[in-house]
T-cell receptor, first 114, second 112 residues
Framework: DVKVTQSSRYLVKRTGEKVFLECVQDMDHENMFWYRQDPGLGLRLIYFSYDVKMKEKGDIPEGYSVSREKKERFSLILESASTNQTSMYLCASSLVGQFNQPQHFGDGTRLSIL | TQLLEQSPQFLSIQEGENLTVYCNSSSVFSSLQWYRQEPGEGPVLLVTVVTGGEVKKLKRLTFQFGDARKDSSLHITAAQPGDTGLYLC????????????FGQGTILTVHP
């Protein structure tokens, strides 16, 4: 069965800290995505990657960066955490090259910035 | 930028009632996906509709894609408490990157 694993279910950090959220998938998918999920706003795309070392900005990239050094791993970095980045973060992956592919999601990381 | 408007945002109903959730856009999508998310878990795909006018059924759930591929609906017949969850629609813009545009979500609560 397909699996997307996010390293932490809950994380509490302080304002100004550098925060790393890790995501690993075991499906050999080319595409990987980072979203944040806030009540009433659905899922908003932060960054995505379609290959190793390739990245593209999503709809809300400000204050975030990403790293994809290996195909299976996609990291989200909060350069200097702020309270308005308190949210649920979801990682997903999908196959490339064909339309209409579903995304497979991890269980999320609930991040609190104090 | 493609947008998907999902309504209603909240639905609280009694077991046995029927309900419909709507997703509307001014943009054309190559497909529309519906996901369900339970507390503490990530969204899980329910169905993908691809062809304009397509109707797909999953037990008591009926999904429809509009003729112009700009809108979709999810209808649940005789809702059960096990249907409780967050329902999300997502439009595929048709690129190989697989980017999806998500609606705001509908939180469904079915009371016994």
């Amino acid at each position: 069965d397909v699996k997307v694993t996010q390293s932490s279910r809950y994380l509490v950090k302080r304002t100004g800290e550098k925060v790393f959220l890790e995501c690993v998938q075991d499906m050999d998918h080319e595409n990987m995505f980072w979203y944040r999920q806030d009540p009433g706003l659905g899922l908003r795309l932060i960054y995505f990657s379609y290959d190793v070392k390739m990245k593209e900005k999503g709809d809300i990239p400000e204050g975030y960066s990403v790293s994809r050094e290996k195909k299976e791993r996609f990291s989200l970095i909060l350069e200097s955490a702020s309270t308005n980045q308190t949210s649920m973060y979801l990682c997903a992956s999908s196959l490339v090259g064909q339309f209409n592919q579903p995304q497979h999601f991890g269980d999320g990381t609930r991040l609190s910035i104090l | 930028t493609q947008l998907l408007e999902q309504s209603p945002q909240f639905l609280s109903i009694q077991e046995g009632e029927n309900l419909t959730v709507y997703c509307n856009s001014s943009s054309v999508f190559s497909s529309l996906q519906w996901y369900r998310q339970e507390p503490g878990e990530g969204p899980v795909l329910l169905v993908t509709v691809v062809t304009g006018g397509e109707v797909k059924k999953l037990k008591r759930l009926t999904f429809q894609f509009g003729d112009a591929r700009k809108d979709s609906s999810l209808h649940i017949t005789a809702a059960q408490p096990g249907d409780t969850g967050l329902y999300l629609c997502a439009g595929d813009g048709g690129t190989s990157y697989g980017k999806l545009t998500f609606g705001q979500g509908t939180i469904l609560t079915v009371h016994p």
